[in-house]
């Protein structure tokens, strides 16, 4: 079956996040995100742009996203058929360098228009295996230490496998600290830095060693691989990349360069469910087990991250906490939710992405919105 796109509807919401997310490069405290909705032959796709409101993850951002998906990405996939979703990435790539998450929103929502076109789920068409994924939480940094390990408790006692603690110059050595020693050596915590240190802070580093951490992930600059793999051959603990890895190249040259031991994968930041695949595969065959990480995504963008870490190499727990740890009210039916074991039910009994989106909620939060043609 070939899918033609006839149609396509690009959309801004605003989603209020129910506590601000503040990281070391930035905070968001209302969710800008782009929606793209694909139209072929009575069936709809859904795709989430995972850009922030400023280019401080990656070059990308949400005015950016716009204009690239408006201009030269959308127009190329009108009025063509695609004989699968594996199609439409080469097409979106060529000859337009970057843009990866804008690209990503237009691939993702080819899948699951194919997907919704031959009745199947999501996570089958892209090869996935798992029945149940393994949920962490992402702590933002937190008013205080007192909070962070509050936080931190509650998340455990809650169910999440994993606790993610966001560092910064300033917020790093105590506040890992005390969260170790409240919640004892066995606890699954691990930090993220957001690309905050440079090889200058190798004396935090070998403090930070001793602490028993699941892995650190991206300390040094977001396209850097050189400086991770000298700080990784002075480390016990792995390093885990996320900005740096931004396509299978990457992950070649990173598993060649020893740059760290695990890979964290977000569909946005590769540029879809292909390089995602791409990239999965390639840690795969190198023995480095990958997560699926997460952009704050709302209830569309969250189904394709659910169906993407149900394949195989997705062996760490992920960025992918439920829907009410976000957000007052999803834009899904229904929510996604996670049991008192942390763990979320992948939809393998739905076709598509498995959850419905709820268009008048979309519209009430619509700020802009344009149908892109030729
Ligand atoms: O580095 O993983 C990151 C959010 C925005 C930008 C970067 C990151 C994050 C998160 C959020 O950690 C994880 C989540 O979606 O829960
Ligand atoms: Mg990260």
């Not at 995100?33 to 989430?48: C, H, N, R, Y």
């Not at 606890?187 to 440079?198: G, H, K, Q, S, V």
């Not at 049991?339 to 419905?356: C, I, K, L, Q, Y």
Request: aromatic share 6%; glycine share 10%; hydrophobic share 40%.
């Amino acid at each position: 079956m070939s899918i033609e796109i006839q149609r396509i509807v690009l959309r801004e919401i605003a989603l209020p996040l129910k506590e601000p997310f503040r990281i070391s490069s930035g905070v968001q405290t209302v969710r800008r995100i782009l929606l793209v909705q694909l139209f072929s032959d009575g069936a709809e796709g859904w795709g989430e742009c995972p850009a922030g409101e400023l280019p401080n993850y990656s070059p990308e951002s949400v005015d950016t996203a716009w204009q690239a998906v408006r201009l030269w990405l959308a127009p190329r996939l009108l009025g063509r058929a695609f004989a699968a979703p594996e199609e439409v990435f080469p097409v979106l790539d060529a000859n337009i360098r970057g843009h990866h998450m804008a690209k990503a929103c237009l691939e993702m929502a080819s899948y699951e228009l194919a997907a919704r076109q031959s009745g199947e789920p999501l996570a089958a068409l892209l090869g996935g295996e798992r029945r149940t994924i393994e949920v962490g939480i992402s702590l933002g940094i937190q008013e205080s230490t007192t909070a962070l390990v509050e936080r931190a408790r509650a998340s455990l006692e809650r169910g999440y496998r994993k606790v993610k603690v966001k560092i910064m110059p300033g917020r790093d050595l105590a506040d890992l600290r005390a969260v170790r020693m409240a919640l004892g050596p066995g606890a699954p915590i691990m930090a993220d830095a957001n690309n905050a240190y440079t090889l200058k802070d190798l004396g935090l580093f070998r403090r930070l060693d001793d602490l028993g951490l699941m892995m650190i992930e991206q300390p040094l600059a977001w396209d850097d691989l050189l400086r991770h793999a000298e700080l990784q051959r002075q480390l016990r603990t792995p390093l885990c990349l996320d900005e740096s890895i931004t396509g299978p190249d990457r992950a070649e040259d990173a598993l060649a360069l020893g740059s760290g031991r695990i890979v964290n994968i977000k569909p946005g930041r590769v540029g879809g469910f292909r390089q995602s695949r791409a990239v999965h595969d390639i840690c795969a065959q190198g023995g480095v087990p990958v997560w699926c990480g997460g952009m704050l995504e709302s209830g569309v963008g969250r189904a394709h991250n659910v169906a993407l870490a149900s394949l195989p190499n997705f062996q760490l727990p992920g960025d992918l906490s439920p829907s009410e740890r976000y957000w007052e009210q999803d834009i899904v039916e229904p929510a996604w939710t996670m049991d008192a074991e942390g763990r979320m039910t992948v939809p393998w009994d739905r076709p598509g992405m498995g959850v419905e989106v709820d268009l008048d909620r979309v519209e009430a939060l619509t700020v802009r919105k344009e149908e892109i043609t030729r």
